[in-house]
C-alpha cells in the first residue's frame, strides 16, 4: 500500500510540475526557450549584468534584432556574444528580441527635448546636446533622440552600463563593431578623446 501511495504521489507532482512548465512556456512574460540562455548575462527582465552583460530593457525589437544577426555574421564581434547567437535558429532571434524589447527600464529618465536648453555649463552635456561642430561632431541625441532614450535602430543610452558604452565606443573606435549606416558611428567614436569617451559613458549612465 504505501508503495502504491509513494508511487501516486511522484506521478501527481510529475504532472504537476510538467503543466508548471507548460503554463510558463504559454505565459508570454517568462523568457522564452531561446532566450533561457541570455538570462545568465542579461538578467530575466533584461536588467543587464554588470559587466557580464548589458541592459536590453528599453531596447527596441528591431535593434535588438539586427544586432544578433550582426552577432552572427561577424560584423559585430564579441567572443561571448557571437556563438551565444549563433545558438538562436529558426524564430530564436525574433523570440528573444520580442522578449526584451517588452521589457522596461527599472531607471525612469525624464526627456530633454533638443533646444530646450541652448547653453551648456557642463562640457559633456554640451557634447552630448549640441556636439562639436569644429570637429565634425554630431550631438549624440542627433541620432540617439532626447536624453539618449534611442528608437529604432538607434541604441537607448540613457541608463545602460557606463563600462558597456565606454566598451562600445573603444570597439567602434577599433573596428571591430560595425554595421553602422555610412560609417557614422565609427567616423564619430575615432573623433572622441579617451577622456570624453569616458565622460559620455557616464554621463548617458547616470542620466535621470
Same mark, same amino acid.
Not at 508511487?7 to 523568457?31: E, H
Not at 554588470?50 to 560584423?75: C, D, M, N
Not at 541620432?143 to 529604432?152: A, E, K, R, V, Y
Not at 579617451?194 to 559613458?201: G, I, K, N, Y
Given at each position: 500500500? @504505501?508503495?502504491?501511495?509513494?508511487? #501516486? ?14 503554463? =510558463? ?6 523568457? $522564452? ?14 536588467? &543587464? ?21 550582426? /552577432? ?5 564581434? @564579441?567572443? %561571448?556574444? +557571437? $556563438? +551565444?547567437? +549563433? %545558438?538562436?535558429?529558426? !524564430? &530564436? ?6 522578449? /526584451? ?18 547653453? /551648456?555649463? !557642463? ?7 549640441? &556636439? ?20 529604432? #535602430? ?25 554595421? !553602422?549606416?555610412?560609417?557614422? +558611428?565609427? @567616423?564619430?567614436?575615432?573623433?572622441? %578623446? =579617451? ?8 554621463? /548617458?549612465? @547616470?542620466?535621470?
Amino acid at each position: 500500500m @504505501n508503495i502504491k501511495i509513494r508511487t #501516486l504521489t511522484k506521478g501527481i507532482a510529475l504532472i504537476y510540475g510538467c503543466a508548471l512548465t507548460s503554463v =510558463a512556456i504559454a505565459n508570454p512574460t517568462t523568457v $522564452p526557450p531561446a532566450g533561457q540562455i541570455c538570462v545568465t548575462c542579461h538578467g530575466a527582465e533584461g536588467e &543587464g549584468i554588470e559587466p557580464l552583460g548589458p541592459r536590453l530593457a528599453g531596447l527596441s525589437k528591431e535593434y535588438i534584432t539586427t544586432q544578433l544577426q550582426h /552577432f552572427q555574421a561577424g560584423v559585430r564581434q @564579441n567572443a %561571448t556574444m +557571437m $556563438p +551565444m547567437a +549563433m %545558438t538562436l535558429q529558426g !524564430d &530564436g532571434i525574433e523570440q528573444v528580441a520580442s522578449y /526584451f524589447s517588452d521589457k522596461s527600464p527599472k531607471t525612469e529618465v525624464k526627456p530633454v527635448i533638443r533646444g530646450e536648453q541652448v547653453t /551648456f555649463s !557642463d562640457d559633456t552635456a554640451r557634447l552630448a546636446y549640441q &556636439g562639436d561642430w569644429s570637429r565634425g561632431l554630431p550631438a549624440c541625441v542627433t541620432c540617439h533622440g532626447p536624453s539618449g532614450l534611442g528608437g529604432g #535602430l538607434l541604441p537607448r543610452l540613457a541608463g545602460q552600463q557606463a563600462s558597456y558604452i565606454k566598451t562600445q565606443l573603444l570597439a567602434w573606435q577599433a573596428g571591430t563593431r560595425k554595421g !553602422d549606416v555610412d560609417g557614422m +558611428m565609427a @567616423n564619430v567614436a575615432n573623433k572622441l %578623446t =579617451a577622456a570624453e569617451v569616458d565622460a559620455l559613458a557616464n554621463y /548617458f549612465a @547616470n542620466l535621470k
